[in-house]
């Protein structure tokens, strides 16, 4: 089955393809973008990009993952990145990035909203559970927006293996 593209008012997410591979090494391999997540690392080297979209087919197939591209839908302007980790059958990780440039711009609740839909619909996930680091504050903001309730507070080890203070989220269908 292939991957259904989501659509809102001004966005389409659909998946990713190799086209997109510079545009997410640009957008994803800036420094701003990159302090704000746990796994996204720095510098983005080149051919770092093409491996990440070479395995979202296979996550789909898998039913472990679903990864899309946040685009403008009436331009097809890549602007970010949105996904669910399926743990289990019954709940997911959500995780998202949106490029520098288009901050501040609406996007990312607006997708993540779409992609609950589908979880708590096609997908048929009970839980969505969400994590950001306590130093990003406005991606709680989005967690909040989209009707996600603060649950704990931890730490991780992020992509460099040094300890994070992490913000969890979650909402439940």
Known sequence: MKQPELITARLLLRAFSLYDAHEVQVLSGNYNVSKTTLNIPFPY?????EEWIGLHQSGWQAKTEVVYAITVKETDKLVGAI?????????????????EPYWG????????????????GELALSKVYAEHLTSNPASGRVMEKIGMHHVASE???????????????????
């Open 45 to 49: 080297e080149p051919g770092m990009a």
């Open 105 to 120: 711009k609406g996007y990312c609740p607006e997708a993540a909203k779409a992609l609950l839909q589908l979880a708590f």
């Open 155 to 173: 730490r991780k080890k992020d992509r460099n293996q040094e300890l994070a203070e992490m913000e969890v989220y979650e909402i439940r269908n």
């Open 83 to 99: 996904d669910l980790v399926l743990s289990d059958e019954s709940q997911g990780l959500l995780g998202y990035w949106i490029g």
